[in-house]
């Protein structure tokens, strides 16, 4: 299960539909709502559910950041989702997902767009932990020994190789040790702030820029992916195969027709290709029988009349 938060500005239409599409599975689900004045109706809508509900006036903000660092901490938060949210997040409160802010366009499109930011997510390698990395270091393998002795930096291969590649092949020793530390001395990239965090007494500068491109923060997150389109559902070809043709092939033609969006919303991509098949299949099982049935039964109405 993967908590979300989602901040809202408005009518809160999109924010509405991710809650009432996920909530009810158990891959993803909203935890916290937190919403400024003009989000204050949709707060109504959710009471009784259960999900922590946040409501801050537009001239506080500046005053509730750590008390929302906390929130998403303690709700184990792992995306931020912004459906029209007015006010700038702070750069403290982003930094408590590690980055992962979606900013959703319209309530058709919300859900692929909370699922294909998690998906990304899912995509990129985890860190290490503490644990592993100290068992790593006290149990050295045969190739990291031989990288150690040469004094050279070495990355073991993702396919294991025997032997293993040697590193800067045909280079002296001191010249290998020289462009390692060239490329140590290099500073790492790092995303684009967002905010304008002062340092001093108040937690960040409020005076949020007017466009705020969220977007273009996740699309440096993302490994330059696509998003898969959502396969056919052929619910046409079903309802029309069940009244013309066979009516319990296309009764079953139905059920799958109508999995093929609710898994793929869901995140469940290769379950919604399945269902898509497998409808495909029964409109053409209940199309055959039809077929089959109405040549069978046409002499029979012949001979009769």
């Known amino acids: ?18 809650i009432n599409l996920f909530n009810e599975g158990n891959r993803l689900k ?13 707060l109504q809508k959710l009471e009784g559910k259960d999900i922590t509900l946040l409501y801050i006036p537009d001239e506080e903000w500046p005053q509730h ?28 409160v982003i930094a408590t997902t590690d980055g992962k802010v979606v900013e959703v366009s319209t309530p058709e499109q919300a859900p692929r767009e909370v699922v294909a930011e998690l998906e990304s997510d899912l995509r990129r390698p985890q860190p290490e932990t503490v644990e592993e990395k100290r068992e790593e270091k006290e149990n050295p393998t045969a190739d990291e020994e031989w990288a150690e ?26 010249e290998s040790a020289e462009q390692q530390k060239e490329e140590e001395s290099v500073p790492p990239q790092v995303p684009p702030n ?13 005076n ?51 999995q093929v969006s609710n898994r793929y919303y869901s995140g ?15 409109i053409i099982v209940s199309v055959v029988l039809g077929v089959v049935s109405a040549t069978l039964y046409l002499p029979f109405m012949i001979i009769g009349s």
Request: charge should be negative; glycine fraction near 6%.
């Open 268 to 282: 469940d991509i290769e379950g919604a290709k399945k269902a898509s098949r497998l409808a495909e299949i029964w």
């Open 30 to 42: 909203t935890v916290v709502v937190i919403a400024s004045d003009t989000g204050k109706e949709l």
């Open 208 to 258: 949020p820029a007017p466009n705020r491109d969220y977007g273009q923060y996740n699309n440096m997150r993302r490994h330059h992916g696509h998003e898969e389109p959502m396969p056919s559902t052929y619910l046409i070809w079903s309802i029309l195969s069940t009244i013309f043709c066979c009516i319990i092939p296309g009764i079953i033609a139905i059920i799958f027709s109508s």
């Open 65 to 92: 950041t750590k008390e929302i660092e906390d929130l998403l901490r303690d709700n184990h938060v792992r995306l931020l989702v912004l459906d029209h949210f007015e006010q700038p997040l702070p750069e403290s």
């Open 149 to 174: 002795a040469l004094k050279i930096q070495f990355t073991p291969p993702k396919i294991p190789m025997d032997p293993p590649p040697v590193p800067n092949e045909g280079k002296p020793l001191q």
């Open 1 to 18: 299960m993967r908590n979300i938060a989602i901040f809202v500005s408005g009518e809160g239409a999109a924010a509405e539909r991710i």
């Open 194 to 206: 967002y905010g304008n965090y002062s340092g001093g007494q108040q937690p960040w500068n409020w």
